[in-house]
Nanobody
Framework: QVQMEESGGGLVQPGGSLTLSCRGP????????MGWYRQAPGKQRELVAV???????FYAESVEGRFTISRDNSKNTVYLQMNDLKPEDTAVYYC????????????????WGPGSQVTVSA
């Protein structure tokens, strides 16, 4: 099964920065949004950021102003620049290449990769 390829995670101190990247085959990236989810231990997977094909972006309130999402359609790649990281940002980060919104609800249909671990700790 074709998977996404996330990279860029690691261990960083509070206040530090990391950049995640994710590339997938063209078939995994639809005409909708490309974005990032995360899942912390014992918690449900949550949407972090989405970059729509038309240019609109969405951020979860918890990362607004600290994270920046961008996409390169020619490379089927989506990035997540994470600044001022906090311990509560610790999670496995997953990307998805087919995300859309209906009203206030977000849905995803693309394939998932193994994720990239981000650990924020002193």
């Amino acid at each position: 099964q074709v998977q996404m390829e996330e990279s860029g995670g690691g261990l960083v101190q509070p206040g530090g920065s990391l950049t995640l990247s994710c590339r997938g085959p063209e078939s995994t990236f639809g005409m909708n949004g490309m974005g990032w989810y995360r899942q912390a231990p014992g918690k449900q997977r949550e949407l972090v950021a989405v970059a729509m094909r038309g240019g609109d972006v969405f951020y979860a309130e918890s990362v607004e102003g600290r994270f920046t999402i961008s996409r390169d359609n020619s490379k089927n790649t989506v990035y997540l620049q994470m600044n001022d990281l906090k311990p509560e940002d610790t999670a496995v980060y997953y990307c998805n290449g087919d995300i859309w919104r209906v009203g206030t609800n977000w849905f995803s249909a693309g394939s998932w990769g193994p994720g990239s671990q981000v650990t924020v700790s002193a």
